[in-house]
Nanobody, 125 residues
Framework: QVQLVESGGGSVQAGGSLRLSCAVSGYTWGTYSMGWFRQAPGKEREGVATIDSDGTTNYADAVKGRFSISKDNTGKTLYLQMNSLKPEDTAMYYC???????????????????WGQGTQVTVSS
C-alpha cells in the first residue's frame, strides 16, 4: 500500500522560499504520476505540480517559473521547491499519487487516490 508523508511547510514572508518533501513508500507501480496539490480555506483542492514515472513534469499556470518539482534517484522522495512565494500561495499542501501517467495536464484530481496528511504553507505580505 502506498504511503505518503509530507514535511517542510511553514510560515514565510512574501518573496521567500520553502521546500516541501514527500516520503513515498510501498508503491510497486511501473507507471505513475505523483505530485503536489493545495487547498486554501473555502476553495477547491487544485493541482500545483506533478511528475510522472518518465520524468515528465506539469505545472499549474499560477506557479510556473516559481515552483519546481523533482524526485530523488530512488523515487522515494518527492520535492517541491517554492520560490518567490506570494500570499495567494497560502494553503494546505498535499502530496498525492496516481497509478497512471499524465499529471495535472490530463488527470483530474479525483484520479489521485493516494494522499498524504498535508503540510501548511503560510505566506504573509
Amino acid at each position: 500500500q502506498v504511503q505518503l508523508v509530507e514535511s517542510g511547510g511553514g510560515s514565510v514572508q512574501a518573496g521567500g522560499s520553502l521546500r516541501l518533501s514527500c516520503a513515498v513508500s510501498g508503491y510497486t507501480w511501473g507507471t505513475y504520476s505523483m505530485g503536489w496539490f493545495r487547498q486554501a480555506p473555502g476553495k477547491e483542492r487544485e493541482g500545483v505540480a506533478t511528475i510522472d514515472s518518465d520524468g515528465t513534469t506539469n505545472y499549474a499556470d499560477a506557479v510556473k517559473g516559481r515552483f519546481s518539482i523533482s524526485k530523488d534517484n530512488t523515487g522515494k522522495t518527492l520535492y517541491l521547491q517554492m520560490n518567490s512565494l506570494k500570499p495567494e500561495d497560502t494553503a494546505m499542501y498535499y502530496c498525492a499519487a496516481c497509478n497512471r501517467a499524465g499529471g495535472i495536464a490530463t488527470l483530474p484530481v479525483a484520479d489521485f487516490t493516494t494522499w498524504g496528511q498535508g503540510t501548511q504553507v503560510t505566506v504573509s505580505s
